[in-house]
């Protein structure tokens, strides 16, 4: 009688198992199926870069996040955000680890050589913070023979590391190349304009050189030959043409 019930048993747990894998629905919870039934996406970003991620409430909150989650929503994803170094989006990404990175980043050559990028969103450029006082920096062309902070792995760190004779800090977090400038350690930051802003207005005693670098284009990255690319960019596209990316970024940049 046992084997019966025990064979029986089986058999039951083989159909619903080969049931489950027939529909896509898959047994952990973290893989695919919320609670909404919606399938998810992974979204990689660095959430010290206010205004585009950073935590607020526990909760990654900012342009990006605001423009994925419309993005998600519209193709019928839940969006999962995952915060990780700056330096390891990229490699997330070309991996298949996570569906897609967004993170103020700008496209590059050198980026897309390991991932495909959608159409852009919106456009930044790298600057300088000094402290206001004491500053022996007054333009890029100072930038030689002094020491710089700068986020591992962004462009602001490549410019520096370009410039002959500098000494470059990396950090991990922009916030911490700030913080080590105003305790004076560093004789500027280089960053993106707009957290540029964010830290200039929280801390005091430091300043951004009218002195900007070349234009940057901001855009969401995906995974080389992704099928996603092309999905992203016709709601990317309408979303830029019917003026919630901008109402988005106006949320939380007031240019005036
Ligand atoms: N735009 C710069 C880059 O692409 C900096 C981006 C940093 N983003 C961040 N979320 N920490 O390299």
């Known amino acids: 009688m046992k084997k019966v019930i025990s064979a029986v048993l089986a058999v039951l747990f083989c159909m619903t198992s080969m049931m489950f894998s027939a529909c896509g629905f898959s047994a952990s919870p973290e893989s695919k199926g919320s ?3 919606a399938k998810k996406l992974h979204m990689a970003t660095n959430a010290a870069f206010e205004p585009y991620e950073y935590v607020e409430g526990g909760q990654v909150v900012g342009i990006d996040a605001e423009i994925a989650r419309v993005l998600c ?22 991996s298949g680890k996570v569906d897609f990175g967004m993170a103020g980043m700008t496209v590059t050559e050198e980026r897309k050589q390991s991932v495909d990028f959608t159409d852009p969103y919106t456009s930044s450029v790298q600057v300088i913070i000094v402290n206001e006082k004491n500053s022996k920096v007054a333009s890029a062309d100072d930038l030689a023979g002094k020491t710089v902070g700068v986020q591992l792995g962004t462009t602001g760190d490549i410019f520096v590391s370009d410039v002959n004779d500098v000494k470059v800090e990396r950090f991990s977090k922009g916030s911490d190349a700030v913080l080590a400038l105003t305790q004076g350690e560093l004789d500027a930051v280089v960053i993106d304009k707009d957290p540029a802003e964010a830290f200039t207005d929280q801390n005091i005693g430091i300043k951004i050189l009218n002195d900007p670098f070349e234009r940057e284009e901001y855009a969401i990255c995906l995974k080389k030959d992704s099928e996603l690319t092309e999905k992203f960019n016709t709601v990317l596209n309408d979303l830029k043409a019917d003026g ?8 939380y940049i007031n240019d005036n």
């Open 73 to 94: 929503d519209k193709l019928g994803y839940t969006l999962v955000i995952d915060d990780m170094d700056f330096d390891a989006i990229i490699p997330a990404v070309a």
């Open 244 to 251: 919630t990316v901008d109402d988005i970024i106006k949320k």
């Open 35 to 37: 609670a909404a039934g």
